[in-house]
């Protein structure tokens, strides 16, 4: 009987410590997903992404970047070998009853669970200096570099776009995008 009794209570330890190994590791499940040492980079997806054509000069990329953290995230700068220098571009009201492009201060954030699109007439990647001509059709590949170090390539297709002819002012100058 007494064996009985501590092979019971022996089994019944042993269901009771399964038991909370199992919600232990659904509350982990449950929380996860996420953790602090999650890249940015694994947090963002991008979409509808395309290149403006153009033969010479300057142009700009495009594209709908989707946040899916829970934190804020700040693209810090991006690449492509379609251009020289490649910049965030924002286009802002120039005072005079028009607009003026200019480089974005701090690079783009991305909201938490949430978007930015960059889109003509707006926020956008400035190609600056072609080497050869961007033609419609060509994909374009870029890299974006977040403010935790991590990386995003994407290719973009090029298409032509006659639309959005800002000024750019770097410094003062104003020049008008390629093609």
Known sequence: MAIRRLLTRSLNRSAALTAAVILLLIALVACGGETSDSRDADAITVSD?????ADSGMTA???TLHNSSDRDIRIVSAHTAAARTTEMHEVVDNGTGGTTMRQKDGGFVIP???????TPGSEHFMLME????????????FTI??????????QALARDFDGNQENYAPDGEHEGMGK
């Open 49 to 53: 992404q395309w290149v403006k054509a």
């Open 112 to 118: 938490a669970k949430g978007s930015v699109n960059l």
């Open 145 to 154: 570099r977040f403010e935790d170090g991590s990386t995003v390539g994407f």
């Open 130 to 141: 072609l080497p050869k001509p961007i033609t419609t059709g060509q994909n374009v590949a």
């Open 61 to 63: 990329a495009f594209a």
